[in-house]
């Protein structure tokens, strides 16, 4: 295929040094990858290794159609990562998933779909399911300094009726919601949409970029939307948190990039972020 021509979508696939679960991610899309559309998928890896090299190249080639890997030498954190894959796809919509993902069946054609029926629509995330099958918060109001105190501290008197507010738990995940915004685990734009709105803000490292983003479309007249028609499932880590938040910042270096990111967001929207 020519560099002018496209694809459907584009799925690109940010990973990091975990070359069994991005295995399991890559079965499940090799699986569930639907075949009446032109599809490609990007691995990019993050401090690439050796190991997750030959899960991409030795056991998928042939198996995913128009697979890549894109090798970064060293850890550029979320932000930047997803962003090379966006410059690498070639897709009229992109889909870009975390490689803690497991696609269900179904799932990316249900979200390409609904997408290409609402082109109001500039972002648009599916629902995330523990591996239980529970529902997994995947959509939020947006952050304010008292937000993310309480999501490090839930156990402060208050915590709960404002980390609720903050999870939108007063709305009904079976419904298609317009969040503040949704989380940059697994999340579709098109083409034409990244192409007014910009890339993610690589002055955020690895934390709120997703949540700079949402502003920005919806500051450009854009929707952000959870689409419960589609269901894909989630490991959810918890690499930035702990039970002594103190600790944390002085032992480990993503609640380091948490905080940091966390003072550049809210310079950016100030501590009451709205939506426009």
């Given at each position: 295929m020519s560099a002018q021509e496209s694809y459907d979508l584009s799925i690109?696939?940010?990973?990091?040094?975990?070359?069994?679960?991005?295995?399991?991610?890559?079965?499940?899309?090799?699986?569930?990858?639907?075949?009446?559309?032109?599809?490609?998928?990007?691995?990019?890896?993050?401090?690439?290794?050796?190991?997750?090299?030959?899960?991409v190249l030795e056991e998928f080639v042939g198996k995913i159609p128009n697979l890549r890997l894109l090798p970064l030498k060293e850890n550029t954190g979320y932000t930047r990562g997803v962003n090379e894959g966006?410059?690498?796809?070639?897709?009229?919509?992109?889909?870009?998933?975390?490689?803690?993902?497991?696609?269900?069946?179904?799932?990316?054609?249900?979200?390409l779909d609904f997408h290409r029926q609402h082109p109001e629509i500039g972002l648009i995330g599916p629902e995330l399911l523990n591996f239980?099958?529970?529902?997994?918060?995947s959509y939020f109001r947006f952050y304010t300094p008292l937000?993310?105190?309480?999501?490090?501290?839930?156990?402060?008197?208050g915590g709960k009726r404002i980390l609720d507010s903050f999870l939108m738990h007063?709305?009904?995940?079976?419904?298609?919601?317009?969040?503040?915004w949704i989380s940059g685990a697994a999340m579709m734009v098109s083409r034409k949409a990244m192409e007014k709105i910009g890339l993610l803000n690589e002055k955020l490292f690895h934390y709120f970029s997703d949540v700079d983003w949402a502003h920005r479309f919806w500051e450009n007249g854009l929707k952000v939307v959870y689409y419960p028609g589609a269901k894909l499932y989630h490991y959810l880590g918890r690499s930035s948190k702990g039970g002594f938040p103190l600790w944390d910042l002085i032992f480990k270096r993503e609640a380091r990039w948490h905080l940091t990111d966390g003072i550049r967001y809210f310079f950016i929207h100030g501590i009451r972020p709205k939506r426009k």
């Open positions: 690109t696939i940010l990973s990091y040094r975990n070359p069994a679960m991005l295995r399991m991610c890559l079965n499940s899309l090799a699986e569930a990858l639907p075949r009446d559309i032109t599809t490609e998928t990007i691995v990019v890896d993050n401090a690439t290794i050796p190991e997750t090299q030959n899960v966006f410059r690498a796809a070639r897709g009229e919509y992109i889909l870009s998933l975390n490689y803690d993902i497991i696609v269900r069946p179904g799932a990316i054609k249900s979200l239980t099958d529970t529902h997994q918060d937000t993310v105190i309480y999501r490090r501290l839930p156990e402060l008197p007063d709305t009904d995940p079976k419904q298609i919601i317009e969040p503040d």
